[in-house]
């Protein structure tokens, strides 16, 4: 029935036609018509703004359109909007945009609970950099101090509970937490900096929060590694490739960034920072072709060590770099040699390989990143062996590195030396 | 400058005049209202060039002109009967008898037969439909020609043809057609 009701539709139209004599007839009616209303002679000639208020009333007729050009107003609005409260620190108009508006906004668009646990890390690191800030300047109010310090922690334990919903991804937390601690572990340094310089307890305080932070998430790498490594039998490598690669991927792009970051920011840096800020990073670089050499020997796991060990220095030395040029807290040459505010002298072949401060951490404390152990221990034999990674790294680095100058390493501008009276007592407390 | 824009215009009637003039037939059932309703159709579209405004797809343009005059024609006078249409065409029957047997004659007037039947089913169908079923199977349309010339989006073209079909179907088994 479908099929014969439609072919006999299909037949309907056969039957009729307009016919020879009524089409000639009507083509000279129309012709006569044409002839009787021409066309106008500005017609043809629409000025641009003509057009425009015609294409307008156009647009203005379809609501689809209209409410698309609402949506890429209000898209443009809130872009300049965020671009405008990006910046914005506890106190200003726009901070309450910022933090109440457009990051839950932001953190709607994170779909898995791993994606929303990085999120809420960057909140954290948001809240800290924003201290630090206000700190430098000298304005970190007591409250201001808590309400940050009580965000940062909520951040992260967010964070730590959105991962234990993601069993899965238990490398990405490992990971997370390793590059969250070096984080914290330098702004510790900066807010370090910061007290020796204008001593204050709100900067003490917030000092303690974030190392006792960062403690407790190196803690948390250690376990998630030694959970991840344990049901492989002795003797097994521990990592695979696809896990190293990812480690010495991220590591060179973390070195990369590095590099555009301090050509940028090398006129805000003094003559010190900058050496001692290159000095980290060919010791940066010289972990990862440490890790090369570790994998090409087959130790996939101790060149993953290695890999992470870059990266975590890294990450380190972006918030280093930053406090320096941003802040113009410098933290750079201090930490070259000593620890500013805990008055310890740093070993040198620690830092030589650009290992975290936790590996700075004295023995009796129960702290020490597991990256940065294994990292020490390996790569110390191997490039104290080796000659000094200046002479030989980058030699086609730009002049300013420092590797290829006369220019000493280590930088002359040693850390304000810092009696211990001076000190909070809070403050003495290993990163 | 009228030239060129004349041998377009006429160029479009030389086109499209036919096509126009069979939905039109179909529609009011009258070939002189159909004729002129055609014949008002190019009117209406030389009207909207001398306002030196563009015709970017003619055939649609003309044949959504020509809806709008049928369904104003049908506002002011009320539909003729449809078998008026094919009882005045006595020298088709004729000339059909003329050129092929009795049989083949008589199974060719019963399709027309059946055919007439469906047309009276059609003018029952609400304006939409009707003029969507139409353009689909009189004038061989597509979904989206449909839409162009009714100015809907495809989606609603197609909705409206399959519906109008749906209701036809029901009024042709209602009427005893299997």
């Not at chain 1, 021409?38 to 294409?55: D, H, K, M, N, Y």
Request: hydrophobic letters at 40%.
């Amino acid at each position: 029935m479908k099929n014969d009701l439609e072919t006999l539709l299909t037949k309907m139209s056969t039957t009729e036609t307009l016919g020879e004599e009524r089409r000639v007839r009507m083509r000279s009616v129309l012709e006569e018509y044409t002839a009787m209303r021409p066309v106008r002679a500005q017609a043809e000639r629409r000025t641009f703004s003509a057009l425009l208020v015609g294409f307008l009333a156009g647009v203005l007729r379809r609501p689809a359109i209209v409410m698309a050009l609402a949506f890429i107003v209000l898209v443009a609005s809130t872009s300049t909007l965020a671009y405008a409260s990006e910046g914005a620190l506890p106190g200003d108009s726009l901070y309450a945009v910022k933090i109440g508006v457009l990051e839950p906004l932001r953190g709607a668009l994170t779909r898995t609970p791993s994606a929303q646990a990085q999120w809420q890390m960057t909140l954290a690191t948001k809240r800290v950099d924003e201290a630090a800030t206000l700190a430098s300047r000298g304005t970190l109010s007591s409250t201001t101090q808590a309400q940050l310090s009580s965000d940062v922690s909520q951040n992260l334990k967010n964070a730590h509970d959105l991962f234990a919903k993601d069993s899965a991804h238990s490398e990405d937390e490992s990971d997370a937490d390793a590059s969250m601690s070096a984080r914290l572990s330098a702004y510790a340094m900066v807010f370090a900096q910061i007290n020796t310089d204008h001593p204050s307890p709100e900067v003490a305080s917030f000092h303690d929060a974030l190392t006792a932070h960062a403690t407790a998430l190196t803690q948390s790498t250690l376990t998630l590694e030694a959970k991840t490594t344990a049901p492989l039998t002795e003797g097994t490598s521990t990592t695979t490739a696809d896990t190293t690669e990812r480690a010495r991927r991220a590591a060179q792009q973390s070195l990369a960034a590095i590099k555009d970051q301090l050509s940028q920011g090398q006129d805000q840096l003094t003559a010190s920072s900058s050496i001692a800020a290159y000095a980290k990073l060919n010791d940066a670089t010289d972990l990862v072709r440490e890790g090369d050499r570790f994998y090409a020997t087959g130790d996939s796991s101790a060149a993953t060590d290695a890999f992470k060990n870059a990266l975590t220095a890294a990450t380190k030395l972006n918030v280093l770099i930053r406090a320096a040029t941003l802040l113009k807290v410098d933290t750079l040459s201090a930490d070259a040699t000593t620890s500013p505010l805990l008055n310890i002298t740093t070993q040198e072949p620690a830092l030589k390989h650009g290992t975290p401060p936790a590996t700075q951490t004295p023995s009796d404390l129960p702290t020490i990143p597991a990256v940065s152990e294994s990292v020490s221990t390996k790569s110390t034999t191997t490039i104290s062996n080796a000659p000094n990674p200046s002479s030989q790294a980058h030699p086609s680095s730009p002049k300013k590195n420092p590797s290829e100058t006369d220019t000493p390493v280590v930088p002359p501008k040693l850390p304000v030396s810092v009696s211990p009276a001076s000190i909070p007592p809070t403050l003495h407390v290993s990163l | 400058m009228n030239e060129p824009l004349k041998k377009e215009f006429l160029g479009a009637f030389d086109a499209f005049s036919d096509s126009l003039y069979k939905h039109a037939a179909f529609r009011v059932s009258d070939r002189e209202r159909a004729s002129d309703l055609v014949q008002d159709t190019f009117m209406k579209a030389w009207d909207y060039i001398g306002e030196g405004k563009e015709i970017k797809q003619w055939k649609a343009f003309l044949y959504h002109i020509l809806n709008n005059l049928i369904i104003d024609s049908y506002r002011k006078k009320k539909e003729a009967s449809l078998d008026a249409l094919l009882e005045d065409a006595p020298a088709y029957t004729e000339n059909l008898l003329r050129t092929g047997g009795r049989d083949e004659t008589e199974a060719i007037l019963d399709t027309e037969l059946l055919i007439k039947e469906v047309r009276s089913h059609i003018t029952k169908l609400p304006e939409s439909y009707r003029t969507a079923i139409t353009l689909r199977y009189v004038d061989g349309f597509s979904p989206k020609e449909i839409a162009q010339v009714l100015r809907v989006s495809e989606n609603v073209a197609s909705v409206r043809v399959h519906r109008g079909l749906t209701q036809l179907r029901k009024l042709c088994r209602k009427s005893g057609l299997s």
